[in-house]
């Protein structure tokens, strides 16, 4: 079984920079791609980032050019550097992982605060 566990979440005020990981523990031999998405309350899931298993990335236009998604594949660790920070990136940020069969699977996230 797969184990995805975010960290790096805090309080940062608006401009500021915040970096997150997530560790992946477990079966992780087959990755598709790895994401990483966030949720506000009262708002749905929302898909930020993705990398590859081939290292292609793409990005959300509301965090294109402001966030970085990255991996460490020795380390089984994707990584979010979120930069310009802004009052409305207030969520809490999951780590998803889908493998080459499709399956799916999440993290508990963890809670990014801006103040402005």
């Known amino acids: 079984q797969v184990r995805l566990v975010e960290s790096g979440g805090g309080l940062v005020q608006a401009g500021g920079s915040l970096g997150l990981s997530c560790a992946a523990s477990?079966?992780?031999?087959?990755?598709?791609?790895m994401a990483w998405y966030r949720q506000a309350p009262g708002k749905q899931r929302e898909f930020l980032a993705r990398?590859?298993?081939?290292?292609?990335?793409n990005y959300a236009d509301s965090v294109k050019g402001r966030f970085t998604i990255s991996r460490d594949n020795a380390k089984n660790t994707m990584f979010l550097q979120m930069n310009s920070l802004k009052f409305e990136d207030t969520a809490i940020y999951y780590c998803n992982l889908v493998d080459l069969g499709g399956y799916e699977y999440w993290g508990q996230g963890t809670q990014v605060t801006v103040s402005s």
């Open positions: 990398i590859t298993r081939g290292g292609s990335t």
């Open positions: 477990g079966s992780v031999f087959s990755i598709s791609f």
